[in-house]
């Protein structure tokens, strides 16, 4: 796998071509599935009012987007963060049509169809006939949804990069979540002969020199070649290491 942005957007309704606007557009960059903790968020003046119904999905108000930046004013970071990564999103011809149209009229070509990954797509393929929703995937694969209230296209993005790794086989798909494989080496310690390297300093032993004696005599006696001793040159030691 490589770099991905996973992206949502919250807008005035649901069709550009309507006039409808972009209010809020989130982005995550992921490598290799996981969260680098590289992020870009922004909210956006839409040169238009936000219908009240909209409002009762993302919870963004005329009040709270009046001093925020036009579209044309942040595409080039937008165009910057998101390079030349694949692009997921939930449903995500919504979101691309969205965004190709503020790129459009901020003078900036659409983008490639080809770039996005619509983890809609990837779930109905998955479960097919199941809900399938962000929120559905959400509880299916038990990720919290308690840190939302609103949709919110910073916090969706974050949930869609969850459900994505989910989608593309799991936690067990990457087993180093937290610490890198050199890092997992240095806590645990190379392995060795099926096990750990042996302890820096020795336990001390609890038997005694007769004790140790009786059980060499043991093996020998009735294990002979068949003893698993033997192949660690253990089977002739009467005194700890």
Known sequence: MAR???LDTETTGFDPKTGDRLVEVGCIEIDDLLPTGRT???YVNPDRLIPEAAIRVHGITDEKVKDAPR???IVDDLMEFIGDAPMIAHNAGFDRNFIDAEYVMAGRPATDPDRWIDTLALAQKR???MPNSLDALCKRFKVSLADRTFHGALIDARLLAEVYLELRGGKERVLDLSVSKKAAV???GPI???GRDPRPNALATRSTPDERERHVAF???TLKDRSLWTAYGLET???PA
Do not use: W
């Open 127 to 129: 479960f097919p006939g």
């Open 186 to 188: 240095a806590v645990s």
């Open 71 to 73: 579209f044309h004013e």
């Open 237 to 239: 030691e009467t005194t």
């Open 219 to 221: 093996l020998q006696a």
């Open 40 to 42: 870009f968020h922004r």
């Open 4 to 6: 991905e942005i996973v």
């Open 192 to 194: 060795v002969m099926g």
